[in-house]
């Protein structure tokens, strides 16, 4: 499985997506992770990027929500906790390992 983290600079959330995936897929040669950065509007539009930091397994956005523009823009979770700039671990954890 490979897990792609995109994200544009100036996001001041996607490196807490990206430590929380690290310590997941920590031990696991069955998951691999990259980081994809999306420099420009035209980019965000080709690739259909939902905000930074979007988190893709296998090519796909678990956490799409079609209603959400395409563009360079923060992406909020919803999360237990209300609204939020990344997802909680347990959250990465279902999606990407299929348990909570």
């Known amino acids: ?21 690290t ?9 691999t992770s990259k980081r994809e950065l999306v420099a420009t509007a035209e980019q965000a539009e080709r690739i259909g990027f939902r905000g930074s930091p979007s988190i893709l397994v296998d090519g796909v956005d678990p956490f799409a929500d079609p209603n959400v523009p395409v563009g360079l823009a923060c992406r909020v979770y919803a999360t237990p906790a209300g609204p939020a700039g990344a997802p909680t671990t347990p959250q990465l954890r279902e999606v990407v390992l299929g348990d909570a």
């Open 23 to 31: 310590e997941l897929i920590s031990g696991r040669p069955d998951l």
């Open 1 to 21: 499985m490979e897990i792609t983290l995109q994200y544009f600079d100036g996001c001041p959330n996607w490196q807490t997506v990206e430590r929380r995936l």
